[in-house]
């Protein structure tokens, strides 16, 4: 191994090297002091105890400032606070902020006597999962400057780390002096040889004068290979605790942090206010949360959130740690059997009502979204006959879903230029293609439709509302069966999430309720006679419906920063194969076992964090089954329910409407239950709701979508 430093200048002389720190080359090299300490010729054996010590700490942040007097110290105190609030986490923090270690008074522990055994240090204890180890306590009067050098701080700092038991810890938040100096470059060389480090999280205000000096941090971080979550920017406002007006006290004359992250590529955390009584607190040692639970701190200031983006940003791989942006649903437009409208497909949902009628020319029972000049119903009136003709049903209920979430998201005409669209559809115009073929066979295919290849097309939908809406993101569309909305909306949102789009108006449709599709679901054998009923012991297949459902998802900071209201968070996404049967699920239902716990995986939660499965379960006997068993193998007992006894099988649109439904849940925080769930036949350990219930506490839920050819995909959602 090279003892040539990743970070060293360059003609760098080795760390083993006499001239180790002392040549011209090593000028301002992060390593010139460790190195001309002589302190890194040798293998430190120290390492060795320092990588014990931490090994049961799962997640190391460094807490950094450019300059002192921006708040670092309170960031860092509130964000342990509030992790710690989630009472299953551990957490901690070490304050080696040598020039003011000022975490013991913040958290109420100060002048405590640090007590040691044959074990180490022992932690002081907030309460019983926060703990803080401090340089104040070291420090008989806190008023005396401390004055230490480096050889001294380092070997300091190393004994924090060395000898202090922390034992099993989520969290470690580490509490640095502000600027680049000898403390930070000893922590970050610590750990990263005998541990590891998640990354640093930037604190700064709006002023130039506190952005020149992160610049610097930031650099400091690139050379040193420590990842930077993000900044957060403190003091952004000052919001009155009286009267919640809200005055900007230093103006970002440079674009503030926002602007540079942009430059530097770097991620916006968030914008915190100034409160007084947050400084009041921090003084008494006391918990502002506990202190000031209803704060009127709605202007700029989302810290809980902030504090969640910072907790889903540590858990993530170092890719993830970089670059991952959270993904929120803003807008929703829907047309189901029910009709036009996203309230009264909740509202009939919520009421356990039904929307499926018999239909007297197809002989059988259907979801046909009601037709006419009423608000909630399908007006064709308003398109001229020359503009339907250009396109299918479905790409007509895309247009109509598109302006219902376009308006209900708030987004304005500039916001439309640079949005992305992924729009699916199970099935091409079968009655068009039918009719064509008819007229080839008899001779009068030059009474074959121009429009006939763009009416059949299943990316179309996408296509007609791009260019209606000017939106010149990326146009995508998903093909997967019945799996196809939440494929759509699923990508979309990895989209977001990798940095390619901003916004992406996403979901599926399916128009293609006709004697063709029919006839050949029936052929599948696939269609029941009598009804929808999901989970019921006399269920026989599904209903055909007809539907749509497209969602405007964006970036958290984007929505956050116009005040758009948001339903949940697309937090993680997670797709397999089954690799079994063309229309068959496996009975084992393995893959949407395998879909479920990759979306787990990508959320970075456990299967007993889910509160609530909404279930594909299209009222077969086999497919509910199989994924019943596979949701009890995962999550024993968890709340479940399909919406598919409300408005039968859309197919392709599926779950897209089940995604928004189940959004809307979240946002109201009530469970929809099962319609027509008389008596199970399923044995397995699943809570089968037959009628809604409100949604208490955590509200997490997984939409699962399978379609045919073994197709599987799950959807997390959050509760914001």
Not at 550 to 573: C, M, P, S, T, W
Request: proline letters at 4%; hydrophobic letters at 40%.
């Amino acid at each position: 191994m090279s003892d040539v430093p990743e970070n060293a200048n360059e003609h760098c002389p080795g760390t083993r090297s006499e001239q180790a720190g002392k040549t011209s080359s090593c000028a301002g090299c992060p390593n010139q002091t460790a190195c001309a300490s002589g302190e890194l010729r040798n293998p430190d054996a120290d390492l060795i105890f320092i990588s014990d010590r931490l090994k049961n700490v799962n997640h190391k942040l460094l807490i950094l400032s450019g300059k002192g007097g921006v708040g670092k110290s309170t960031v860092t105190a509130n964000l342990a606070r509030a992790l710690a609030a989630d009472g299953t986490k551990q957490v901690a923090v070490l304050d080696v902020d040598i020039c003011g270690p000022s975490q013991a008074r913040m958290m109420g522990v100060e002048g405590r006597n640090v007590h040691e055994s044959a074990e180490g240090w022992s932690p002081i204890f907030v309460k019983d999962n926060l703990a803080i180890m401090s340089i104040a306590f070291l420090i008989q009067n806190r008023n005396e400057a401390v004055i230490w050098r480096g050889a001294r701080k380092n070997a300091l700092i190393k004994q924090f780390l060395k000898d202090v038991d922390w034992g099993t810890i989520d969290y470690l938040l580490i509490d640095t002096p502000p600027g680049t100096s000898d403390e930070h470059i000893s922590v970050v060389q610590y750990l990263l040889q005998a541990s590891s480090l998640d990354g640093a999280i930037l604190v700064t205000t709006p002023q130039e004068v506190a952005l020149l000096d992160v610049r610097k941090e930031v650099n400091f971080c690139r050379k040193t290979n420590v990842p930077v979550l993000g900044v957060l920017e403190n003091m952004s406002v000052f919001v009155c605790p009286c009267c919640t007006h809200a005055t900007r006290l230093f103006p970002g004359t440079t674009g503030g942090a926002k602007g540079m992250c942009e430059e530097m590529s770097l991620r916006l955390l968030g914008t915190l206010p100034l409160d007084p009584r947050m400084a009041e607190c921090s003084d008494r040692g006391k918990d502002f949360f506990e202190e000031y639970p209803g704060s009127p701190l709605k202007i700029g200031w989302k810290f809980m959130r902030t504090l969640d983006l910072v907790l889903y940003a540590a858990v993530g791989p170092l890719f993830a740690l970089r670059a991952m942006n959270r993904v929120v649903i803003t807008g929703i437009g829907v047309l189901s059997p029910f009709g036009v409208g996203k309230k009264l497909l909740f509202e009939s949902l919520i009421s356990a009502k039904v929307g499926l009628k018999y239909n007297n020319a197809l002989k059988t029972i259907v979801g046909c979204i009601p037709e006419g000049t009423a608000p909630d119903q399908l007006d064709l009136s308003k398109w001229p006959k020359g503009e339907r003709r250009k396109m299918s049903r479905g790409s007509l209920l895309a247009l109509i879903a598109a302006e219902e979430a376009i308006k209900d998201s708030g987004l304005e005409e500039k916001d439309l230029l640079e949005t992305g669209v992924d729009i699916g559809m199970g099935i091409a115009d079968l009655e068009l293609i039918a009719e064509s073929a008819n007229l080839i066979r008899d001779g009068k295919s030059h009474k074959v439709t121009p429009y006939f290849v763009p009416r059949i097309l299943t990316n179309m939908p996408a296509g007609h509302v791009s260019i209606r809406y000017g939106m010149r993101g990326a146009n995508l569309s998903s093909c997967t069966a019945c799996a196809t909305g939440l494929h759509a909306i699923g990508d979309a949102s990895t989209f977001i999430a990798m940095g390619r789009a901003k916004k992406m108006l996403a979901g599926a449709v399916e128009g293609c309720i006709n004697p063709i599709a029919i006839t050949g679901f029936q052929r599948c054998r696939a269609l029941s006679a009598s009804g929808s009923r999901p989970f019921d012991r006399t269920r026989d297949g599904f209903i055909l419906s007809e539907g749509a459902a497209l969602l405007v998802l964006e970036k958290l900071e984007d929505a956050q920063e116009r005040n758009a209201h948001i339903y949940a968070e697309v937090r993680g996404y997670g797709v397999a194969g089954d690799a079994f049967h063309l229309t068959l699920p496996a009975e084992d239902g393995v893959g949407g076992s395998l879909s479920m716990q990759r979306c787990l995986n990508d959320a970075h939660v456990n299967a007993s964090d889910i509160t609530y499965v909404n279930a594909h379960a299209t009222s077969t006997p086999a497919g509910d089954r199989a994924e019943a068993h596979a949701i009890a193998a995962l999550m024993p007992g968890v709340p479940v329910s399909s919406i598919k006894g409300h408005i039968g099988h859309t197919l392709g649109a599926a779950g897209a409407i089940e995604v928004a439904a189940t959004a809307m849940c979240i946002d109201q925080k009530v469970i929809v239950g099962n319609v027509n769930l008389n008596e199970t036949d399923i044995n397995e350990n699943v809570n089968l709701l037959r009628s809604p219930v409100d949604w208490e506490g955590r509200r997490i839920a997984l939409v699962n979508s399978f379609g045919f050819g073994g197709s599987h995909a799950t959807l997390c959602l959050f509760g914001f």
